[in-house]
């Protein structure tokens, strides 16, 4: 996608709370709610320790972003879907922290779940691939999106789920996706990512904040390494065997702040939600773009490989 991966033919691998007071900033409404009780168009479900704030329905499209200080310069996208409720938009968050700040602002959520549409911000728009050659193929099937590559003279493709007009640039962005699982018929190595605030400079050249996972590392096959891409080098993080944590994963990928960004990405457990493993970086280079997954392997490797993902979110700000 960006210039060193389109030009690499090498392995990448060889690159080196508690419960308690709760506060919501809806609209420049700032509600505090004390728990166990409830407090201002907010309900608190005890079973699952969580509040539902709500707010009014806009003619603008509207994100929640949410910070541990009200006077904090950052504000980040919060990873829950948004849904109308009885005329009114609704968002349910955890009561694990001691205190907690949200607002409303402009921008755009898209959920995508690989079966029929719901919710008020989600479009059922057909993915978008770009450099797809002979060998690869993705599809949606049994409401899961698959991935299917023969190792061939291409070495990469990108899927966009909702395009790279205006409508799909954002700049702050959180974006998830469950991998259900991982098959390789080699010891070549292959990559899944997510990027955010992409962009195309040419027909065949892209870039932008990439985050994501290596299998089959220079370590033993089987092995996964986290990586991030900054815009000018790839950075490797820490690893973990798939024989010890099985599929299936949570894959979040996160930036926030301008121009300095703060990227997060985390790889969890889908069963037990327990974090697996976590890098972050500092990034300069891009200031707003679309997201996309990037799937990348070696030219003429050899074998084959298959990814099974499932739910894809990404709510984003507008620029």
């Known amino acids: 996608m960006e210039e060193m991966m389109l030009e690499n033919k090498c392995k990448p691998g060889h690159a080196r709370g508690r419960r308690g007071r709760t506060a919501a900033l809806l609209g420049g409404l700032v509600l505090a709610l004390t728990l166990p009780g409830t407090g201002l168009r907010a309900q608190v479900p005890e079973i699952s320790k969580s509040v539902l704030l709500s707010w009014p329905d806009s003619t603008q499209e509207q994100i929640v972003v949410g910070s541990d200080s009200l006077t904090g310069p950052v504000w980040t996208p919060w990873p829950e879907p948004i849904f109308k409720r009885f005329g009114q938009m609704c968002m349910t968050v955890p009561t694990t922290a001691s205190q907690q700040f949200f607002k409303t602002v402009p921008g755009q959520q898209f959920v995508d779940d690989f079966s029929n549409a719901w919710g008020p911000f989600t479009n059922r728009n057909s993915w978008m691939d770009y450099w797809l050659k002979a060998g690869e193929e ?108 099985p599929p299936p994963y949570r894959l979040e990928f996160s930036g926030v702040g301008n121009p300095t960004c703060q990227l997060r990405l985390r790889v969890l457990n889908l069963t037990t939600k327990e974090l697996i493993r976590e890098q972050t970086l500092v990034g300069t280079m891009f200031t707003e773009g679309w997201p996309a997954f990037w799937i990348r392997y070696p030219d003429a490797g050899g074998g084959t490989f298959t990814i099974t993902t499932d739910n894809f979110f990404m709510s984003g700000t507008k620029p």
């Open 138 to 245: 993705w599809f949606v099937t049994n409401g899961v999106l698959r991935v299917s590559v023969i190792l061939s003279t291409n070495y990469g493709f990108l899927l966009l789920p909702i395009g790279t007009n205006a409508a799909a640039t954002h700049r702050d962005f959180y974006t998830s996706v469950d991998i259900l699982s991982w098959t390789s018929s080699s010891t070549n190595w292959s990559i899944f990512s997510i990027t955010g605030r992409g962009y195309f400079r040419s027909p065949t050249y892209g870039s932008g904040y990439i985050g994501g996972l290596l299998m089959n590392d220079d370590s033993g096959r089987g092995v996964i390494r986290l990586y991030i891409w900054d815009g000018s080098v790839e950075v490797w993080g820490p690893s973990f065997d798939t024989g010890a944590i």
